[in-house]
């Protein structure tokens, strides 16, 4: 075996086991098995079906699939099939109990750490153009897997901020970073074109392949996500009141909902408190302000006398080094995430103020496009050109042309594993218990 491929084992080691303390960290050590068990909102799982369902996807992929190994529970697999049964009809099936979902998850951990000493990463991740890629080249389905639990990790915390009850998430202190905030509220992105997507990322998805090119023209972005403060304003301006900052599916949602801020935000006297985890407090104004739809934002940069980025003006200010004509892996470079680029992996149970983490501005001075808060944007989720299902259709293509909306970015309950400048998340544009926000984009005036 050689070195790369130790170092690469071991790095996958360390972030499965990352993954798992992170995942019974907000189910089995903070809750007991009746929380556990409960449905605390129809638009989410049982925590106890997001616990075992992580195992039976690890079970699928890492022991059946990469290993070759007999299937250890498959009559539970249908139990655990996200498609096959909706997350409100999840609370009727016969789930296992948390002590049960905690030893089948043990010990499908301890033998994909047993498989993983024999398996080979270095094998061609293509052997032919008709062939299919190979799920162990550079360790992707093993990416794949770890991605998949912390993803799962941040479905769980926004369960528990749908919780009803005492506070049982700790925050962590915040890493010291510098705060400076953009000296203008946009910036030029130059018409052109860049490279949009990946290719040779093995921890990249099916839906960010293959790398292609977009020639945009020229646009202004907003330099910081939108902020309380600022959104606010469109609220005391009667933004919820007045009709023709919405389009028409957004006042029909906000008409049915009755909608008339954020979620989770009511109102105190003359200002605004939000609840956060169990906790009431002042809404803070310097934050990027977080769980709006689609519809929200939409309506907000309308009244601002902007627009929603488009998902290629998202990466293009995120990624593109007009100095170098390169696009990079991230904003700064192609360096992975540290606590002085980004908040991100739950450090803080919510986003940092505007301005913070200069470190991981783009080569534009676009800041905070990695982590605090998922960003809308314009485009309908479908595929790139040259897309292929890979390892799975109901992954990426099934939500192809279905009304989903992309969101860039990351939030700061992302693990840094699961993001970069080409990721690509998608949801309906009226959810609203995702940690997601926006920042806007506009044409520049003529000359």
């Given at each position: 075996?050689?070195?790369?491929?130790?170092?690469?084992?071991?790095?996958?080691?360390?972030?499965?086991?990352?993954g798992?303390?992170?995942?019974?960290?907000?189910?089995?050590?903070?809750?007991d098995?009746?929380?556990?068990?409960?449905?605390?909102?129809?638009?989410?799982?049982?925590l106890?079906?997001?616990l075992?369902?992580?195992?039976?996807?690890e079970?699928?992929?890492l022991?059946?699939?990469?290993?070759?190994?007999?299937?250890?529970?498959p009559?539970?697999?249908?139990?655990?099939?996200?498609?096959?049964?909706p997350?409100?009809?999840?609370?009727?099936l016969?789930?296992?109990?948390?002590?049960?979902?905690?030893?089948?998850?043990?010990?499908?951990?301890?033998?994909?750490?047993?498989?993983l000493?024999t398996?080979?990463?270095?094998?061609?991740?293509?052997?032919?153009?008709?062939e299919p890629?190979?799920?162990?080249?550079?360790?992707r389905?093993?990416?794949?897997?770890?991605q998949h639990?912390?993803?799962?990790d941040?479905?769980?915390?926004a369960t528990?901020?749908?919780r009803?009850?005492?506070?049982?998430?700790l925050?962590e202190?915040?890493?010291?970073t510098?705060l400076r905030?953009?000296?203008?509220?946009?910036?030029?992105?130059?018409?052109?074109?860049?490279?949009?997507?990946?290719d040779?990322?093995?921890?990249?998805?099916?839906?960010?392949?293959?790398?292609?090119?977009?020639?945009?023209?020229?646009?202004l972005?907003?330099?910081?996500?939108?902020?309380?403060?600022a959104?606010?304003?469109?609220?005391?301006?009667?933004?919820?009141r007045?009709?023709?900052?919405?389009?028409?599916?957004?006042?029909?949602?906000?008409?049915?909902?009755?909608?008339?801020?954020?979620?989770?935000w009511?109102?105190?006297?003359?200002?605004?408190?939000?609840?956060?985890?169990?906790?009431?407090?002042?809404?803070?104004?310097?934050?990027?302000?977080?769980?709006?739809?689609?519809?929200?934002?939409?309506?907000?940069?309308?009244?601002?006398?902007?627009?929603?980025?488009t998902?290629?003006?998202?990466?293009?200010?995120?990624?593109?080094d007009?100095?170098t004509?390169?696009?990079r892996r991230?904003?700064?470079?192609?360096?992975?995430?540290?606590?002085?680029?980004?908040n991100l992996?739950?450090h803080?149970?919510?986003?940092?103020?505007?301005g913070?983490?200069?470190d991981g501005a783009s080569?534009?001075?676009?800041q905070?496009?990695?982590?605090?808060?998922?960003?809308?944007?314009s485009?309908?989720?479908?595929?790139?050109p040259?897309?292929?299902?890979f390892?799975?259709?109901?992954?990426?293509?099934?939500?192809?042309?279905?009304?989903?909306?992309?969101?860039?970015?990351?939030?700061?309950?992302?693990?840094?594993?699961?993001?970069?400048?080409?990721?690509?998340?998608?949801d309906?544009?009226?959810r609203?218990?995702?940690?997601?926000?926006?920042?806007?984009?506009?044409?520049?005036e003529?000359?």
């Amino acid at each position: 075996m050689n070195h790369e491929q130790d170092v690469s084992k071991e790095r996958i080691a360390a972030e499965l086991d990352h993954g798992r303390r992170r995942s019974n960290g907000l189910t089995l050590d903070v809750l007991d098995e009746e929380e556990l068990l409960a449905q605390h909102s129809p638009l989410m799982s049982p925590l106890v079906w997001d616990l075992a369902h992580i195992g039976n996807y690890e079970e699928q992929w890492l022991l059946r699939a990469a290993a070759g190994r007999e299937a250890l529970r498959p009559d539970i697999d249908h139990l655990y099939d996200a498609f096959e049964n909706p997350r409100a009809e999840r609370i009727g099936l016969p789930l296992m109990r948390p002590r049960e979902a905690r030893d089948y998850n043990d010990r499908v951990r301890r033998e994909v750490l047993d498989a993983l000493d024999t398996v080979d990463l270095t094998v061609p991740a293509q052997r032919g153009p008709d062939e299919p890629p190979s799920l162990l080249a550079a360790g992707r389905v093993y990416h794949l897997v770890i991605q998949h639990e912390h993803q799962h990790d941040e479905t769980m915390l926004a369960t528990h901020q749908l919780r009803r009850g005492a506070p049982v998430l700790l925050e962590e202190l915040a890493d010291v970073t510098a705060l400076r905030p953009p000296a203008d509220p946009e910036v030029l992105v130059p018409a052109g074109p860049f490279t949009m997507g990946a290719d040779d990322d093995p921890w990249a998805y099916d839906n960010e392949r293959s790398a292609h090119t977009v020639d945009l023209p020229a646009y202004l972005i907003d330099t910081a996500p939108v902020t309380n403060a600022a959104y606010r304003a469109f609220m005391d301006d009667g933004g919820y009141r007045t009709r023709r900052w919405w389009s028409r599916e957004g006042w029909e949602w906000k008409e049915g909902r009755g909608a008339f801020a954020p979620a989770f935000w009511e109102r105190e006297g003359q200002g605004w408190s939000r609840r956060r985890f169990g906790r009431r407090e002042v809404v803070p104004p310097d934050e990027p302000v977080q769980h709006v739809n689609f519809h929200e934002a939409q309506a907000y940069a309308k009244w601002a006398g902007k627009r929603l980025p488009t998902e290629a003006e998202w990466e293009k200010a995120a990624r593109f080094d007009p100095a170098t004509g390169r696009s990079r892996r991230y904003p700064w470079g192609d360096d992975e995430p540290t606590a002085r680029h980004a908040n991100l992996g739950q450090h803080r149970l919510g986003p940092s103020p505007a301005g913070h983490h200069p470190d991981g501005a783009s080569p534009l001075g676009v800041q905070q496009l990695i982590g605090d808060v998922w960003e809308w944007t314009s485009t309908t989720f479908d595929g790139y050109p040259g897309f292929r299902a890979f390892p799975y259709r109901d992954y990426s293509e099934v939500f192809f042309g279905s009304g989903y909306k992309v969101l860039r970015g990351g939030s700061w309950a992302t693990h840094p594993t699961a993001v970069r400048s080409t990721f690509r998340n998608w949801d309906l544009p009226i959810r609203r218990q995702i940690f997601s926000g926006f920042r806007c984009a506009r044409h520049p005036e003529p000359a």
